[in-house]
């Protein structure tokens, strides 16, 4: 009888996503609210207002119709491509990285963008390939020229932890594709052997000091390691239940550097606890596992790639960033989906929602002509 009275329209949204979406974006404003000392501006309603925007932009995302997607692809990645060129001519500059291109409403980071665009053109481009041919080594050249030039734009802004994030989206997409398996130990015992020169002669000074910092924080604590030093402070002193609400000493008096950012998660660690962590680590777990049932349920191998690389790119964001507060990785720069404040990290995260609602539309619709 109630759900006669919900027009089929909106009872047809998945909610069983949005919802757990919208809660864990209020509880992310609710954090970014005592970050600022009690006050909704500059972070917590800013915070909202992407939300909603992107929100809508996500619902208009999954009324497009597969065939429009495959027509994107090359377009959008082409597009993306060139952006990222722009940026290294005309792109802002902040904290030493030159990574955001002024549109007015919003500094813009087009490689946020390349994040689910490389998922997408992947996608279409297995799509394109004949199952057979995803075994042939010839597929490498054409891979490599997808994947390795916006990752390479990328870290030259320098954006380590972006680059590593397509790279890890576009290697999901892959593996899923039905690449043989010697070829990923290949590729993972190539970058052990090479690791070692990349770190002397590719990173930055600083990206250096992150990751020696890493493996002993200790050595500098109040210097390079200074940042994961106060994170895990912070962390630590919020015990099970947390301080309470609005009583996080290491962000209100400046301890914790990018309290509102990539440290949003020990912000709200130290007032909310084990408790408040759990909570929000629970909430990604039953998106992704959302987004794989979704993959897993698509119509075809497009579908599924498309479905699968999206949601295991939002798993990346918060993998990483949980990782970094906690020690467990170096400070790459990534910041907690839906907690963070940040206009191109929900952009790109709604980018993802919206494709994967999109891909659910379609299994459903195909569901029901089934029947």
Known sequence: MARNLVPTAIAKEPWEVIVPL???NTFGSVVLYSAAGGHLRPWALLHEIHFVVF???AFAI?????DFFKLMAFPAYGAIVALLVLVELVGAVKGGSQRWLDVGFMQLQPSEL???AIVLVLARF??????????TWRILVPLGGIVGLPALLVMMQPDLGTGLAITVGAAVVIFMAGLPMWWFLGAGGAVLVAAPLAFFTLLHGYQRDRVLIFINPESDPLGKGYHITQS????GSGGFWGKGFGNGSQSHLDYLPEAQTD??????AEEWGLVGGIFVLAIFLWVFRWGMRVAQNAPDRFSSLLAAGMTFTIFFYMAINTMMVLGLAPVVGIPLPFISHGGSSMMTNMICIGT????????KRGSALGS
């Open 22 to 24: 919208f809660v864990l």
């Open 55 to 57: 929100l809508l932009m």
């Open 62 to 66: 999954s009324r497009l119709s597969k």
């Open 114 to 116: 390349m994040k689910p």
């Open 126 to 135: 297995f799509d394109m390939m004949p199952p057979a041919m995803t075994r």
């Open 232 to 235: 895990k402070i912070a962390i």
């Open 263 to 268: 440290f949003a998660f020990a912000t709200m």
């Open 356 to 363: 994967i609602m999109a891909v659910d539309r379609w299994s």
